[in-house]
């Protein structure tokens, strides 16, 4: 699995999700389970079915979220005043819909509407590594795109 970057704040954020799925919602869905199983039947019984399907879930996502640690890359924000676009930039740019800011953040921060960018989404891509003045064609399913870099911050 490739490099994932983060914010401080967002590391935080999926540890502390890790966190609660181990030791809060584990032992919850686990205690289902065994009343489920305590009502006797199984093989029709909606309550069981629907903790299993819950455990499952969250075992699912614990797994993943180990993934993504173990290729967490913390953002220095320190670094983040380059002359070049890079993992963790503001980019205020120019385009046919007027002045917009975007932070190129990794791609589990995204969150396109707030303006925070993926690195791995097409715009993000065209953005790394470009220089303020810079002019960017990105392809969307839209059609073509042009962006003219006003500032990196």
Avoid at 43 to 66: L, P, V, Y
Wanted: hydrophobic share 35%; aromatic share 4%.
């Amino acid at each position: 699995m490739e490099n994932q970057y983060f914010s401080k704040e967002g590391l935080e954020k999926l540890k502390n999700e890790l966190e609660k799925r181990s030791s809060v919602l584990r032992p919850e869905i686990a205690k289902k389970i065994k009343e489920a199983k305590e009502e006797g039947d199984i093989s029709e019984n909606a309550a069981f079915d629907a903790a299993r399907e819950a455990q499952a879930s969250n075992e699912g996502r614990i797994e993943e979220i180990k993934i993504i640690l173990e290729n967490a890359v913390i953002i220095d924000s320190s670094i983040s005043r380059s002359e070049t676009v890079i993992v963790g930039s503001g980019v205020k740019v120019d385009s046919d819909r007027g002045a917009q800011d975007f932070i190129i953040v990794g791609a589990a921060e995204s969150d396109p509407i707030k303006g925070f960018i993926s690195n791995e989404s097409p715009l993000g891509k065209a953005f790394l590594g470009r220089k303020k003045g810079d002019k960017v064609e990105v392809k969307t399913p839209k059609g073509v795109s042009e962006y003219k870099i006003l500032e990196i911050k």
